[in-house]
């Protein structure tokens, strides 16, 4: 019997998709495990494995085509024998509408869904594999749901996310409905301006329309929703890093023969990851309706890529050596650009870096990246008259940072415990070593 190939949900975020290419035409017999195609999600390019085994009947997207929408059908796959016209009367089946969920009440479990990879493909209690989807792999992880009890509404009865959301969605239906008309009513969503209404405005000016790819549109979404209910607020200092500059000179003179060369970068991603070691109550993150203390410093570092940016996470810094952080950054920035980070490599972490400094900018103000409680807005280290400590005043190098806390997370006097302990590891730079 001929099987459509749905597009999959290769991230938690993901809601359509570009196939930038096939890896298999058709005829090519395919396994289990075979690789099909590469499709770019919102924020990288992913392989996409074949689940069922047979012949390519008819490849349904052509390669380039962007836009393609969750569980929309993308090829169909043959059984052995089976003749190509089947392909052609295939339909595509049926999915059934996901309840839906309160705003409020889903927020906290999306982010458990998105920290976690997705599991194992899970077997029944007589050892046959179950096919289901990585994503309803993953919502079925969150929720406690047996997918060895589920019927599959996809190809060859292979599980999808409707079927382990409509499993759980009874608890959510006995929900009295005048509750979601109340939470609706009490928290209107504020109109944006049309496309339309807008081009009204620049009427014969001369412009080019950018259409949104989703990388755009998933960062227009979390920034707005960062800046929307994070209650944020932002601590200043600035350190001098004289000391640091001529230590980072004498190691790199030292690792030259080892092709190793330290950015001021490093430093500070050693110095937050030993700080949020120092002050363990501000290594946290929001989690809706309670806070995850983390124990290990996983900090993330913007990177900023044609387009976007991602936020790679350096797992365990706190316990790595300043080379070993220096190759994995340089590592995960260079993937970023060419989009080949897989997810687990940039979700997660509790505290962000976002450096500036590079490109001239002295000061700004960073958006908080949830679930994280805090981001580090790094400026340029200028030559700037100071006072000492005898008085006098002698020139200094002097680097400007802004913390952006979350609130709900981390307050005023802790956030300043943060801030005080990454300066003094900058100020103090040998101490990071020890």
Same mark, same amino acid.
């Given at each position: 019997m001929a099987t459509q190939i749905l597009m999959p949900a290769l991230s938690p975020t993901m809601e359509e998709g570009t196939l930038a290419k096939w890896l298999v035409k058709e005829g090519d017999t395919v396994s289990s495990g075979d690789i099909l195609a590469e499709i770019e999600t919102d924020k990288a390019t992913m392989e996409f494995e074949a689940v069922d085994e047979g012949v390519v009947g008819k490849l349904l997207v052509a390669e380039g085509t962007s836009g393609v929408k969750v569980n929309d059908p993308i090829a169909v796959i043959l059984d052995e024998g089976e003749d190509a016209s089947a392909a052609e009367a295939t339909k595509a089946p049926k999915v059934a509408p996901a309840p839906e969920t309160p705003k409020a009440e889903s927020a906290p479990k999306a982010e458990a869904v998105s920290a976690a990879p997705a599991p194992a493909a899970p077997q029944s209690t007589d050892g046959k594999r179950i096919f289901a989807s990585p994503l309803a792999r993953r919502i079925a992880a969150d929720k406690g749901i047996d997918l060895s009890s589920l019927s599959g509404s996809g190809p060859k009865g292979r599980i999808v996310k409707a079927d382990v959301e409509a499993a759980q969605g009874g608890a959510k239906a006995a929900a009295p409905a005048a509750q979601s008309t109340a939470t609706t009513a009490s928290a209107p969503a504020m109109q944006q301006p049309s496309a339309s209404a807008i081009a009204k405005m620049y009427e014969g000016r001369a412009y080019e329309e950018i259409e949104l790819n989703g990388m755009r549109k998933t960062i227009a979404a979390r920034l707005t929703e960062a800046k929307q209910t994070i209650p944020h607020f932002y601590l200043r200092r600035s350190v001098k890093l004289d000391a640091l500059m001529e230590f980072r000179s004498?190691?790199?003179?030292?690792?030259?023969?080892?092709?190793?060369?330290?950015?001021v970068n490093d430093f500070i991603i050693?110095?937050?990851?030993?700080?949020?070691?120092?002050?363990?109550?501000?290594?946290?993150?929001?989690?809706?309706?309670?806070?995850?203390?983390?124990?290990?410093s996983d900090v993330?570092? $913007?990177? $900023?890529i044609e387009g976007g940016l991602f936020t790679p996470v350096l797992q365990d810094a706190e316990s790595k050596?300043?080379?070993?952080l220096s190759a994995e950054m340089k590592d995960l920035a260079k993937r970023a650009r060419d989009r080949k980070l897989a997810p687990h490599e940039y979700q997660g972490g509790s505290f962000a870096i976002s450096n500036l400094g590079m490109m001239g900018i002295e000061?700004?103000?960073?958006?908080?990246?949830?679930?994280?409680?805090?981001?580090?807005?790094?400026? $340029?280290?200028?030559?700037?008259?100071?006072v000492n400590d005898a008085g006098e005043i002698e020139v200094a190098t002097v680097m400007s940072m802004t913390l952006s806390v979350d609130h709900r997370v981390i307050d005023g006097a802790l956030g300043a415990d943060l801030l005080k302990s990454i300066c003094e590891n900058l100020e103090n730079p040998m101490l990071m070593l020890a």
């Open positions: 004498q190691l790199n003179k030292q690792l030259e023969g080892r092709g190793v060369k330290l950015s050693k110095a937050c990851a030993l700080a949020l070691q120092a002050v363990p109550d501000a290594n946290a993150v929001w989690a809706g309706d309670r806070v995850f203390k983390m124990k290990a993330a570092v $913007a990177v $900023a050596s300043l080379s070993a000061n700004f103000d960073a958006v908080i990246n949830p679930p994280h409680g805090a981001i580090l807005a790094v400026g $340029a280290g200028i030559k700037t008259p100071v």
